[in-house]
């Protein structure tokens, strides 16, 4: 079971809003920065969303993250076909065992 | 262009040992910070490791935290994860990712990630 909680699925038609929710503690979105990270069918992981909602070079405005006290969320506007692949949220967790990254257990999105 | 590519995994038995490499280019390797990412068959993303950008600071997943070693040789522009008592919950596709310049905090640039197969 991962640290940050994510829905296992979502799923929208082209052209629509979907949001993804990631739900963590004061531990780690709480006290950290949270990123999104996507990846596509047989890829690697590719930065989406850093700084809860800043977007790297080249990453479609359509993207927009942001995050509110221990929770975090992932927004997606004007769905498109290539947009479908699995979604994780990450941030870094300062327990009293040591810092380490934790992330969700990623969404699956789906355009119909 | 920065590039990242791992080499090292391959089919190992439980109980034994890999030792993982990522050769970096494309970028001033000395001045990031790497971890390890590993992503089990079908399966989510599982943090294993950071080392920061002198190797000073270390830092390891429960999981691995005894069993795994992560060093760098920022002369040859490489990382490295040793692994040892390798378990079967150890097969993964295990990938490096390049922190961004001043900032720990996410992943900005990610290997294409080497299998490892822990099985009898």
């Known amino acids: 079971q991962s640290v940050l909680t994510q829905p296992p699925s979502a799923s929208g038609t082209p052209g629509q809003r979907v949001t993804i929710s990631c739900s963590g503690s004061?531990?780690?979105?709480?006290?950290?920065?949270v990123s999104w990270y996507q990846q596509l069918p047989g890829a690697a992981p590719k930065l989406l969303i850093y700084?809860?909602?800043q977007r790297p070079s080249g990453v479609p405005d359509r993207f927009s993250g942001s995050k509110s006290g221990t929770s975090a969320s992932l927004a997606i506007s004007g769905l498109q076909s290539e947009d479908e692949a699995d979604y994780y949220c990450?941030?870094?967790?300062?327990?009293?065992?040591?810092?380490?990254?934790?992330f969700g257990g990623g969404t699956k999105l789906t355009v119909l | 262009e920065v590039q990242l590519v791992e080499s090292g995994g391959g089919l190992v038995q439980p109980g034994g040992s890999l030792r993982l490499s990522c050769a970096a280019s494309?970028?001033?390797?000395?001045?990031?910070?790497i971890n390890w990412v590993r992503q089990a068959p079908g399966k989510g993303l599982e943090w294993v490791s950071y080392?920061?950008?002198?190797?000073?600071?270390?830092y390891y997943a429960d999981s691995v935290k005894g069993r795994f070693t992560v060093s760098r040789d920022n002369a040859k522009n490489s990382l490295y994860l040793q692994m040892n008592s390798l378990r079967a919950e150890d097969t993964a596709v295990y990938y490096c990712?390049?922190?961004?310049?001043?900032?720990?905090?996410?992943?900005?640039?990610w290997g294409q990630g080497t299998l490892v197969t822990v099985s009898s």
């Open positions: 004061s531990s780690n979105i709480g006290s950290n920065t």
């Open positions: 494309g970028f001033s390797f000395r001045n990031y910070n």
């Open positions: 700084t809860n909602n």
């Open positions: 080392i920061s950008s002198s190797g000073s600071v270390i």
């Open positions: 990712a390049r922190a961004a310049a001043g900032s720990p905090e996410y992943f900005q640039h």
């Open positions: 990450a941030a870094w967790d300062d327990s009293l065992t040591g810092p380490h990254v934790v």
